[in-house]
T-cell receptor, first 113, second 114 residues
Framework: QQPVQSPQAVILREGEDAVINCSSS?????VHWYRQKHGEAPVFLMI?????EQKGHEKISASFNEKKQQSSLYLTASQLSYSGTYFC??????????????FGQGTILTVHP | EPEVTQTPSHQVTQMGQEVILRCVPI?????FYWYRQILGQKVEFLVS????????KSEIFDDQFSVERPDGSNFTLKIRSTKLEDSAMYFC????????????FGPGTRLTVL
């Protein structure tokens, strides 16, 4: 079952902040955040692991609530380059976790001057 | 900076034909993936590959699909008999550590089945 992202779309002016949420009904092992611009490949932003470890982009922050199986991506002081579709991808724990990611439906972020 | 590469960037084929999509993962990565994205929709997992064998596959990845790592650097996805609904962007990704490490995506191959 795919994670659910909210909101579906958000429009900002440069300098404004945004929060994108990702929620799963399954216990999660890791949450991966990507940004995709039109016609391009998803670009890795951040990974959050069960247990609290994070790896990723210096200017982007995120949180992972393991009990609630939720993650939030925080975009502060947005720039025009932040525009794109943001996807969360989740992996679930199992005997052998080879990294299959199940993606949410995406959140379209538009930043205007 | 190392990156995943894919060829071709665009493939047009007739229904029923075989296609092979090629990928060169990042050289020290051990986990390889194929995902696909139908236009305007979310990214969908197809298959993961580790230690020279398929480790997991989705219900999309039926008998028409196969993957191979023929020479230690390339990673290929073959679709034996393409259908109209196979039209999509196919992304190869690679990672160093399964679910607890980053996966880096290639630029994708746009497959159009006529």
């Amino acid at each position: 079952q795919q994670p659910v992202q909210s909101p579906q779309a958000v429009i900002l002016r440069e300098g404004e902040d945004a929060v994108i949420n990702c929620s799963s009904s399954k216990a999660l092992y890791s949450v991966h955040w990507y940004r995709q611009k039109h016609g391009e490949a998803p670009v890795f932003l951040m990974i959050l692991l069960k247990g609290g470890e994070q790896k990723g982009h210096e200017k982007i922050s995120a949180s992972f609530n393991e009990k609630k199986q939720q993650s939030s991506l925080y975009l502060t002081a947005s720039q025009l380059s932040y525009s794109g579709t943001y996807f969360c991808g989740t992996s679930t724990p199992g005997g052998t976790s080879y990294g299959k990611l199940t993606f949410g439906q995406g959140t379209i972020l538009t930043v205007h001057p | 900076e190392p990156e995943v590469t894919q060829t071709p960037s665009h493939q047009v084929t007739q229904m029923g034909q075989e296609v092979i999509l090629r990928c060169v993962p990042i050289s020290n990565h051990l986990y390889f993936y194929w995902y696909r994205q139908i236009l305007g929709q979310k990214v969908e997992f197809l298959v993961s590959f580790y230690n020279n064998e398929i480790s997991e596959k989705s219900e999309i990845f039926d008998d028409q699909f196969s993957v191979e790592r023929p020479d230690g650097s390339n990673f290929t996805l073959k679709i034996r008999s393409t259908k109209l609904e196979d039209s999509a962007m196919y992304f190869c990704a690679s990672g160093s550590g399964g679910g607890y490490n980053e996966q880096f995506f290639g630029p994708g191959t746009r497959l159009t089945v006529l």
